[in-house]
């Protein structure tokens, strides 16, 4: 698949789905810039990758802040590296009523799950034209296809990842760039605990949480034969082809209750 001149940059790498997407493009020979917060789990992954005889770059940015997203960019920049595989996979949410959240910590999931996204795939973007091939994977979430009660501005944020996703990719396709847009339902990864949401009736039930790498699984293959997008799990599916039927105010309704 992959060979020694590609590479793929993975934000949120070291844990959930985007640990699992790195070892799937690892284990294909891609070389990899792994982005994450922590210096210490950066380094731990980067020899469990390297494992694949393969370069391994782990550069630790903090991607709700803007300025390390334009950081992170001019880091690769300077390393003279061409991203082939761009994956958007860092993201967070919050959890609770919109009256009772945080407007700062709210601000912050904005700024990572939309604005960190639009700066890499800009940035990134405007390199593939000019190579005349790309690939980008940027993690939507069935969220985005339905209003969220107690998780309003989460869901908010990843309805405009998806759009933008269809958008972008109407606009690059005589780029020779695909753009996919991965949209898993609840998983089992630390989301919901950064969220504080354990309260929460869908994570008490643990057997209807899907395995990161199976989201992975899917959205590599999505990715690879160029797809547009892919609701990962079967239930999944099932509950975004309800809710294509019901109206949103029942939507809003359905979701409430999990």
């Not at 070389?31 to 770059?57: G, S, W």
């Not at 209807?208 to 997008?229: F, I, N």
Request: hydrophobic fraction near 40%; include cysteine.
């Amino acid at each position: 698949m992959g060979d020694t001149k590609n590479y793929a940059l993975i934000t949120g790498a070291t844990e959930g789905i985007g640990y699992e997407l790195a070892k799937l493009f690892a284990r294909d020979g891609y070389n990899l810039v792994i982005v994450a917060r922590h210096e210490n789990e950066l380094k731990n992954r980067a020899a469990e990758f390297k494992k694949h005889n393969i370069d391994v770059i782990a550069i630790a940015k903090d991607l709700f802040k803007r300025e390390d997203a334009f950081a992170l960019c001019a880091e690769v920049e300077s390393r003279n590296i061409s991203i082939d595989v761009l994956v958007n996979n860092a993201g967070q949410g919050v959890y609770g009523l919109f009256k009772d959240t945080e407007v700062q910590r709210e601000l912050e999931i904005i700024d990572l799950n939309i604005a960190s996204t639009v700066i890499l795939t800009k940035h990134f973007t405007k390199q593939m034209i000019a190579r005349n091939y790309g690939k980008i994977l940027n993690l939507a979430s069935i969220a985005s296809k339905s209003p969220g009660p107690w998780q309003s501005v989460y869901h908010g944020t990843k309805a405009f990842v998806y759009s933008f996703s269809e958008a972008i990719r109407h606009e690059l396709k005589d780029n020779n760039i695909t753009v996919t847009a991965l949209l898993p339902g609840a998983t089992d990864t630390d989301f919901f605990n950064k969220a504080d949401m354990q309260r929460s009736t869908i994570v008490q039930d643990k057997s209807s949480l899907a395995h990161p790498a199976d989201v992975a699984k899917d959205g590599y293959e999505a990715l690879m034969s160029g797809k547009d997008k892919i609701i990962s799990g079967f239930k999944n599916k099932a509950m975004i082809g309800m809710s294509n039927i019901l109206p949103d105010t029942a939507v809003a309704a359905m979701m409430d209750k999990q």
